[in-house]
C-alpha cells in the first residue's frame, strides 16, 4: 500500500516529489494508526459500553451437551459486560489476529479481557520488544520478504538460480539480527510458515485453516515500552513474559540475564505504572525469584511452571519424571517451597490442573489442589489454541483427552479451572469466550479476593 501510494505521487508531481514523499513515509511507518508515544493517541475501547463478543461464545455453549451448566450460560446471553481479570489476552487475540501487534491487542481489549501480555525479547541494540521468541521473525513477520533486511537474518533465505527458496525449512530470523529501528518497519503477519515452499510467498503462508489472514494485512509491531503505553490506553493490567534468550548470555559479554530481568522492570518504573498492574512472569525460576527479592513488583510475580514437559534446561535436568499427580516427583521445588521462596502465583499449562476421576469426569489434579493448600494462587493457559475439539483438544488438555469430543467442551473445561481449581486466571487465544464466561459467572471483579501476600 505504501509502495503504491508512493508511485502515483511520483507520477503527479515528479522525483523531488517522491524523494520527499519517501522520506514522510520512513520517519512515519511506525505511526501510520497514529501511534506516537510523545503524541496523543486515537480514542481506545476502554469503557464497558464499548466490550463487543461476536458469535463464538454462544457458539460454543450451543455445542455443550444438555446439562445446568449449559442451561447457566444460556441464560447470560445478552448481559451487560466488563473487562474482567480473569480474562487474560494470549499475545492478544491470536486465534485471529497477528500476536503481539497492536490490532491484537486492541481486539483482546474490545472482547473484555482484563489483562494483555507482552512477550518480552530483546533487538541488536538491546532494546526491549514483544515477540513470542527471540527467533521467530521469519513465522510471525514479513521479515523474509524483505530485500532491504532477510540478510541479517541468523540463517537467512537461500535461492538457487532460478530464483527458487532453498531452505525454507531452516530459516531463522531473531530479534537480535537486527535494530529496533529496523524491527518497527517489518509488518506482523500470522504465525506460520511453509518449510516446503519454493517461493517467498509460499513460504508466508501456512497458517492453519482453523484461523485466518483476514486481519493480518500488516500487524503494527512494538517495542515494549510501546506496549505499555497502549496497555495504559486501554485500561488493562500487564504480564510481560521474559523470553528465555536464543543467543549466548551474557549477550556480547557483558548483557546479563539480570540485566535483562531488571530492564524489563524499569520500563514500568519509568512509565509510572504501579505494580499492582503488572504481573511478570517467567519459566526461568531464578527470573522470578530476582523480581521477588529485588523488585518493588514481585508479590505479582508469576512462575510459569514448564515442568511437566521440560520447558527450560533446569527443568529437563531436575524435573524428568514430573507427574502433576505425583508430588514426589516436583521435589526439590514443592509448593510449600514455591510459596516459602515468596512466590505468590504459579501458572502452568491447563492440562497439568485436570485429571479424570473414575466415573471420567474432569476434576483437579493433585497438583491443582496442592498448590490452594500452599496459598499459591493459579493462573494457566491457553484456551482457544487447540483448534476444533473433536479429536481430544490435542497437547493442552492431554491429560483429560477421552472426556474431550466437541467444541463446547471449551466451556465445560473452563468451568472447571474456575470453579473447581479456582483459577485466579486463564490466558485464551480468543478472550471473548473468557469475558463471556467470567461475566456470567461474576470473576475477575474483585480484587479483594486475591490479597497480595506480604513476603
Given at each position: 500500500?505504501?509502495?503504491?501510494?508512493?508511485?502515483?505521487?511520483?507520477?503527479?508531481l515528479g522525483c523531488a516529489a517522491l524523494t520527499a514523499s519517501s522520506q514522510v513515509v520512513a520517519s512515519n511507518q511506525n505511526d501510520r494508526y497514529g501511534w506516537?508515544?510523545?503524541?496523543?493517541?486515537?480514542?481506545?475501547?476502554?469503557?464497558?459500553?464499548?466490550?463487543?463478543?461476536?458469535?463464538?461464545?454462544?457458539?460454543?455453549?450451543?455445542?455443550?451437551?444438555?446439562?445446568?451448566?449449559?442451561?447457566?450460560?444460556?441464560?447470560?446471553?445478552?448481559?451487560?459486560?466488563?473487562?474482567?481479570?480473569?480474562?487474560?489476552?494470549?499475545?492478544?487475540?491470536?486465534?485471529?489476529?497477528?500476536?503481539?501487534?497492536?490490532?491484537?491487542?486492541?481486539?483482546?481489549?474490545?472482547?473484555?479481557?482484563?489483562?494483555?501480555?507482552?512477550?518480552?525479547?530483546?533487538?541488536?541494540?538491546?532494546?526491549?520488544?514483544?515477540?513470542?521468541?527471540?527467533?521467530?521473525?521469519?513465522?510471525?513477520?514479513?521479515?523474509?520478504?524483505?530485500?532491504?533486511?532477510?540478510?541479517?537474518?541468523?540463517?537467512?533465505?537461500?535461492?538457487?538460480?532460478?530464483?527458487?527458496?532453498?531452505?525454507?525449512?531452516?530459516?531463522?530470523?531473531?530479534?537480535?539480527?537486527?535494530?529496533?529501528?529496523?524491527?518497527?518497519?517489518?509488518?506482523?503477519?500470522?504465525?506460520?510458515?511453509?518449510?516446503?515452499?519454493?517461493?517467498?510467498?509460499?513460504?508466508?503462508?501456512?497458517?492453519?485453516?482453523?484461523?485466518?489472514?483476514?486481519?493480518?494485512?500488516?500487524?503494527?509491531?512494538?517495542?515494549?515500552?510501546?506496549?505499555?503505553?497502549?496497555?495504559?490506553?486501554?485500561?488493562?493490567?500487564?504480564?510481560?513474559?521474559?523470553?528465555?534468550?536464543?543467543?549466548?548470555?551474557?549477550?556480547?559479554?557483558?548483557?546479563?540475564?539480570?540485566?535483562?530481568?531488571?530492564?524489563?522492570?524499569?520500563?514500568?518504573?519509568?512509565?509510572?505504572?504501579?505494580?499492582?498492574?503488572?504481573?511478570?512472569?517467567?519459566?526461568?525460576?531464578?527470573?522470578v525469584l530476582y523480581w521477588v527479592n529485588h523488585t518493588g513488583y514481585g508479590d505479582q510475580a508469576v512462575y510459569l511452571d514448564g515442568r511437566a514437559y521440560g520447558?527450560?534446561?533446569?527443568?529437563?535436568?531436575?524435573?524428568?519424571?514430573?507427574?502433576?499427580?505425583?508430588?514426589?516427583?516436583?521435589?526439590?521445588?514443592?509448593?510449600?517451597?514455591?510459596?516459602?521462596?515468596?512466590?505468590?502465583?504459579?501458572?502452568?499449562?491447563?492440562?497439568?490442573?485436570?485429571?479424570?476421576?473414575?466415573?471420567?469426569?474432569?476434576?483437579?489434579?493433585?497438583?491443582?489442589?496442592?498448590?490452594?493448600?500452599?496459598?499459591?494462587?493459579?493462573?494457566?493457559?491457553?484456551?482457544?489454541?487447540?483448534?476444533?475439539?473433536?479429536?481430544?483438544?490435542?497437547?493442552?488438555?492431554?491429560?483429560?483427552?477421552?472426556?474431550?469430543?466437541?467444541?463446547?467442551?471449551?466451556?465445560?473445561?473452563?468451568?472447571?479451572?474456575?470453579?473447581?481449581?479456582?483459577?485466579?486466571?486463564?490466558?485464551?487465544?480468543?478472550?471473548?469466550?473468557?469475558?463471556?464466561?467470567?461475566?456470567?459467572?461474576?470473576?475477575?471483579?474483585?480484587?479483594?479476593?486475591?490479597?497480595?501476600?506480604?513476603?
Amino acid at each position: 500500500m505504501r509502495t503504491r501510494t508512493t508511485i502515483i505521487i511520483c507520477a503527479a508531481l515528479g522525483c523531488a516529489a517522491l524523494t520527499a514523499s519517501s522520506q514522510v513515509v520512513a520517519s512515519n511507518q511506525n505511526d501510520r494508526y497514529g501511534w506516537n508515544r510523545a503524541a496523543s493517541k486515537f480514542p481506545l475501547p476502554v469503557a464497558s459500553s464499548n466490550i463487543t463478543l461476536g458469535p463464538r461464545p454462544m457458539f460454543l455453549v450451543d455445542d455443550m451437551d444438555d446439562g445446568r451448566l449449559k442451561q447457566r450460560l444460556q441464560s447470560c446471553e445478552g448481559q451487560s459486560l466488563k473487562k474482567s481479570d480473569f480474562s487474560i489476552g494470549h499475545r492478544g487475540a491470536a486465534l485471529q489476529f497477528p500476536e503481539h501487534t497492536k490490532e491484537s491487542y486492541v481486539a483482546a481489549a474490545r472482547m473484555g479481557a482484563g489483562i494483555l501480555e507482552c512477550d518480552v525479547t530483546f533487538t541488536k541494540d538491546r532494546e526491549l520488544v514483544c515477540r513470542h521468541s527471540q527467533c521467530d521473525l521469519h513465522t510471525t513477520t514479513d521479515i523474509v520478504a524483505r530485500e532491504d533486511l532477510r540478510g541479517n537474518c541468523t540463517v537467512p533465505p537461500q535461492f538457487d538460480a532460478d530464483g527458487n527458496l532453498t531452505n525454507a525449512g531452516s530459516i531463522q530470523c531473531c530479534t537480535s539480527d537486527i535494530t529496533l529501528a529496523q524491527f518497527k518497519s517489518l509488518c506482523g503477519k500470522m504465525d506460520a510458515s511453509n518449510p516446503n515452499a519454493t517461493t517467498v510467498a509460499g513460504y508466508l503462508g501456512g497458517t492453519a485453516n482453523w484461523r485466518t489472514d483476514l486481519y493480518a494485512t500488516c500487524g503494527t509491531v512494538l517495542s515494549h515500552a510501546e506496549s505499555i503505553d497502549l496497555f495504559e490506553e486501554l485500561g488493562v493490567k500487564m504480564t510481560p513474559e521474559l523470553k528465555t534468550p536464543s543467543v549466548q548470555m551474557p549477550y556480547e559479554g557483558d548483557y546479563t540475564q539480570e540485566d535483562y530481568a531488571q530492564q524489563m522492570i524499569d520500563e514500568y518504573v519509568a512509565a509510572g505504572v504501579e505494580p499492582r498492574k503488572v504481573f511478570p512472569q517467567s519459566f526461568n525460576y531464578s527470573d522470578v525469584l530476582y523480581w521477588v527479592n529485588h523488585t518493588g513488583y514481585g508479590d505479582q510475580a508469576v512462575y510459569l511452571d514448564g515442568r511437566a514437559y521440560g520447558e527450560t534446561e533446569e527443568d529437563r535436568a531436575l524435573f524428568a519424571g514430573f507427574d502433576a499427580n505425583d508430588p514426589a516427583s516436583w521435589q526439590p521445588r514443592g509448593m510449600q517451597q514455591i510459596a516459602h521462596d515468596g512466590v505468590n502465583i504459579v501458572a502452568p499449562p491447563m492440562w497439568v490442573l485436570l485429571t479424570l476421576d473414575g466415573s471420567g469426569e474432569i476434576v483437579p489434579s493433585r497438583y491443582a489442589e496442592s498448590a490452594k493448600a500452599a496459598g499459591l494462587d493459579i493462573i494457566t493457559w491457553t484456551l482457544e489454541r487447540s483448534g476444533p475439539l473433536a479429536s481430544g483438544g490435542g497437547w493442552y488438555h492431554q491429560s483429560i483427552t477421552d472426556a474431550v469430543d466437541n467444541d463446547g467442551d471449551t466451556m465445560t473445561v473452563m468451568d472447571v479451572l474456575a470453579r473447581q481449581v479456582g483459577i485466579r486466571g486463564l490466558f485464551s487465544d480468543w478472550p471473548a469466550t473468557t469475558s463471556f464466561y467470567a461475566n456470567c459467572m461474576d470473576i475477575g471483579f474483585d480484587h479483594a479476593a486475591h490479597p497480595v501476600r506480604r513476603r
